[in-house]
């Protein structure tokens, strides 16, 4: 039995490899494949730079491909005659880059880049004020993890919990560098707007209000990056009954100054 699983197995693996490159964009031929696609230091916002070098023989242009995951079908977004193409994208995705001359394009894909977000699965919980003084009740966003800090002796927190006597909710998130605690990072929130969850609304940023659980949060950090948080509840403080929390998990977009994210709103 053994041996017929590793068999199996060894098989399984013959097949994934065999499938590995058979995810073509768009029309293919015998022209050459584009080399060096890359994400550009300029891109910002939602505006995508993305560079490739010139194949060496004489092209019409360039077709660059999009898809918004990794498993979708690829989408002809644009063609151009030069190396460079920016793209204004609505969520984050993958790109690839065709050479093409009429209708006969390269024989294969470009490498392929993308924008997507590191998705941040581990859940933390952050105390408002009215919790026990060794409660942690800031939080530091980090491109692997985060860090749960106390938000009244830390200088690095990007955000922490708080009572702001709102009506609508019993705590919410301040600024790190907002009073009362404050000495943390200068942080600027916005709520996503309607059912756009992958970039957040150009005005309305706060820096302390409150949050409700379901809540999917926009956050623009100090150091330029920027991170989606996906507020999952608002609990009761075990030690203390007065005092309230935010539960969370969050996405954070490596590549600064981009603020694209999927389309997930939770």
Same mark, same amino acid.
């Given at each position: ?10 098989v399984g693996i013959v097949l994934m490899a065999g499938c590995a490159g058979d995810d073509p964009a768009g029309p293919s031929g015998t022209l050459e494949d584009v080399t060096g696609l890359a994400i550009g230091s300029a891109s910002a916002g939602r505006d995508v730079v993305l560079t490739w070098n010139a194949v060496s023989v004489t092209v019409d242009g360039y077709a660059v491909f999009f898809r918004a995951t990794e498993t979708a079908d690829w989408t002809e977004i644009q063609q151009v005659t030069g190396t460079t193409y920016?793209?204004? &994208?609505?969520?984050?995705?993958? =790109?690839? $880059? +065709?050479? %093409? ?117 926009? &956050?623009?950090?100090?150091?330029? =990056?920027? $991170? +989606?948080? %996906? ?36």
């Amino acid at each position: 039995m053994k041996k017929l699983g590793l068999l199996v197995l060894v098989v399984g693996i013959v097949l994934m490899a065999g499938c590995a490159g058979d995810d073509p964009a768009g029309p293919s031929g015998t022209l050459e494949d584009v080399t060096g696609l890359a994400i550009g230091s300029a891109s910002a916002g939602r505006d995508v730079v993305l560079t490739w070098n010139a194949v060496s023989v004489t092209v019409d242009g360039y077709a660059v491909f999009f898809r918004a995951t990794e498993t979708a079908d690829w989408t002809e977004i644009q063609q151009v005659t030069g190396t460079t193409y920016t793209h204004t &994208a609505d969520n984050s995705g993958y =790109y690839t $880059v +065709k050479a %093409y001359e009429g209708t006969n394009y390269s024989t294969n894909n470009s490498n392929i880049v993308n924008t997507m977000p590191n998705q941040i699965m581990a859940t933390y919980t952050i105390w408002d004020n009215h919790a026990p003084t060794d409660s942690t009740s800031g939080f530091v966003f980090g491109a692997t993890a985060g860090q749960r800090v106390l938000a009244a002796s830390s200088t690095n927190h990007d955000i922490y919990c708080y009572d702001g006597n709102w009506t609508q909710s019993p705590c919410g998130f301040y600024s790190g560098d907002k009073a009362p605690f404050g000495g943390g990072h200068e942080t600027f929130m916005k709520l996503a707007e309607g059912s756009i969850y992958s970039y957040p609304p150009s005005s309305g940023w706060w820096d302390s209000n409150y949050v409700l659980a379901g809540d999917v949060i926009f &956050a623009e950090l100090y150091n330029g =990056y920027y $991170v +989606k948080i %996906y507020v999952q509840a608002i609990p009761q403080c075990p030690a203390q009954p007065l005092s309230y929390g935010v539960t969370f998990y969050f996405d954070y977009q490596p590549i600064q100054g981009l603020y694209l994210f999927t389309t997930e709103s939770s």
